[in-house]
């Protein structure tokens, strides 16, 4: 679907070939929901367009195709609740809020409610909402959410820390960017704070399935940002 290499290329026609992959694959996915194929395009291209801000160089429709990218060359496989927490989650980020996984699962229901049941719409608000619990001890996040599907998505964004150093680095800069571009100041000492944190749990990540298969590349790669950002 993407190669890793591609990430680096921002062209508008580059970006014109995403923007259709995204909204064709996501087509795909509204209509195993038996949603027509009008109004799957409908609501694949307003979420495209919610996702394609000029100021969003990280939370934008690329982090969603990595995602489904990285899942797919791991055969991680993801239910259809899943698959539409992904679709969801970013698709309102403002780092000076507080309740953008609220906002995210809110405009999901938006979409999906016509079409779906009450309980898809409460899992896959679960697992958007899951999103917003990177910093939990193993005990607090127990309390709060104990389901394995979250945790996968969970783990799921964070995949660039399981990948190569260089590809961890290049979203690290493009957050960087995503920050200065809607004037709000980083520093090097918050971010370093943030990998801490993770670094200081027994896992990094939350399923059994990243912690069995990624966790030590994960470990390496944020020790070794900790070691060059001192």
């Known amino acids: 679907m993407i190669n890793e290499q591609s990430l680096f290329l921002s062209s508008k026609k580059e970006n014109f070939k ?4 995204f909204i064709l694959l996501m087509m795909q996915d509204l209509k195993i929901l038996n949603i027509t194929p009008e109004t799957a395009e409908l609501i694949a291209e307003n979420v495209c367009e919610f ?5 969003l160089t990280y939370h934008n429709i690329m982090h969603i195709l990595t995602i489904f990218k990285f899942a797919q060359e791991n055969n991680i496989e993801l239910n259809i609740e899943q698959k539409f927490a992904i ?35 409460k899992n896959v608000r679960k697992h958007i909402i899951a999103t917003s619990f990177y ?16 945790h996968i998505i969970m783990d799921l964004d964070l995949n660039s820390t399981c990948q190569s150093y260089q590809y961890f680095v290049f979203n690290k800069k493009l957050i960087e960017k995503e920050l200065k571009k ?49």
């Open 182 to 230: 809607r004037k709000i100041n980083s520093s090097k000492e918050s971010y370093n704070k943030f990998v801490s944190k993770l670094l200081e749990r027994k896992f990094i990540f939350r399923s059994s399935l990243f912690q069995n298969k990624f966790e030590s590349i994960a470990r390496d790669n944020l020790e070794l940002y900790l070691r060059k950002n001192k």
């Open 18 to 21: 995403y923007k259709e992959i």
């Open 87 to 121: 679709w969801f989650h970013d698709i309102i980020v403002n780092p000076l809020m507080q309740n953008n996984e609220e906002l995210s699962s809110s405009l999901m229901e938006a979409f999906l409610k016509p079409y779906v049941s009450e309980e898809f719409l």
């Open 135 to 150: 910093l939990f001890n193993e005990k607090e996040l127990s309390l709060v959410n104990n389901d394995e599907n979250s």
């Open 51 to 55: 996702m394609s801000n000029s100021k």
